[in-house]
């Protein structure tokens, strides 16, 4: 190999491993209907969460609204007004970063609520207008953006262009090009465990919960549940199960809850380090 191409290439896989260093020294946090936040957007962003949902209607005009139910919908709540416009404007004031002087990058997860055939291509086309911010392609810290709720068969994901990444089911058989386009898996909690937050887990459950984590990471992906427990005991629980992203409606505090473990470990060990030397 020429040296020229080798070191190239060496800088190349420094970058990468770099920068998923960084971003594994982060709790991988769930803003789950981001849309319900006092701030939409801004709060899961001022605490550096790893990934953000909106539910979005495509409307007969081709607008897209965010929103839970039909009923919540409203003129001004567009997808484009909550989310894509503020992260564009970011990325302009932090030269091309979701955080200055930060490799971390997050995820968009859009929840398709009207069916993709009338939804998706509208999505693709306004994003499509800012490569630099959503395309990894052009820019490696770009957003991802991660289609879930209405998808495509898996046998059309390659109609899209490769910005767009899908959320994964449990239930489907992917072939390896279609799990390339998997960004990570989504399952439904209350599928695999009743647990309520409160207590312990039961061993079954947590054996049925953990058979499930470990199938997923043999694919090589990351898994989220949805409907979990939202408080102290749910998240770290899932955590030390193995659960990658930790779904949370209490974006503050499930951040602050893993910022104050994370001090106390460092603190502990300083405090190990000063006692042996």
């Given at each position: ?56 209607f495509a409307t007969a ?11 919540e919908l409203a003129e ?200 042996e030397q």
């Amino acid at each position: 190999m020429h040296r020229l191409t080798y070191m190239l290439l060496l800088l190349a896989v420094v970058h990468v491993w770099q920068a998923c260093s960084a971003q594994a020294d982060r709790v991988w946090i769930h803003s789950h209907n981001d849309y319900e936040q006092e701030k939409p957007f801004y709060e899961a962003y001022e605490n550096r969460v790893f990934s953000i949902e909106a539910d979005v209607f495509a409307t007969a005009d081709g607008r897209l609204l965010v929103g839970h139910d039909r009923s919540e919908l409203a003129e001004g709540r567009t997808l484009e007004r909550l989310y894509i416009l503020p992260v564009v404007k970011l990325f302009e004031e932090n030269n091309g970063r979701a955080w200055p002087n930060s490799d971390d990058r997050f995820v968009l997860l859009i929840d398709l609520k009207t069916p993709a055939a009338r939804t998706l291509d509208h999505i693709v086309k306004l994003v499509a207008d800012y490569p630099a911010v959503f395309d990894s392609g052009v820019n490696p810290l770009a957003v991802q953006i991660v289609i879930s709720g209405d998808m495509p068969n898996p046998s059309a994901f390659s109609d899209y262009p490769t910005f767009i990444s899908f959320d994964g089911r449990l239930t489907t058989d992917y072939t390896s090009d279609q799990l390339e386009r998997v960004a990570f898996f989504s399952a439904n909690f209350r599928n695999y465990s009743s647990w309520t937050g409160e207590h312990k887990i039961s061993p079954a459950d947590a054996k049925l919960l953990t058979d499930v984590i470990k199938g997923v990471h043999a694919k090589g992906k990351h898994i989220r549940f949805w409907a979990t427990p939202d408080g102290e005991k749910s998240w770290e629980t899932l955590q030390t199960l193995g659960v990658d992203i930790i779904n949370t409606d209490r974006i503050k505090a499930c951040v602050n809850y893993f910022e104050t473990i994370e001090s106390e470990k460092k603190e502990g060990a300083n405090q190990r380090l000063f006692i042996e030397q």
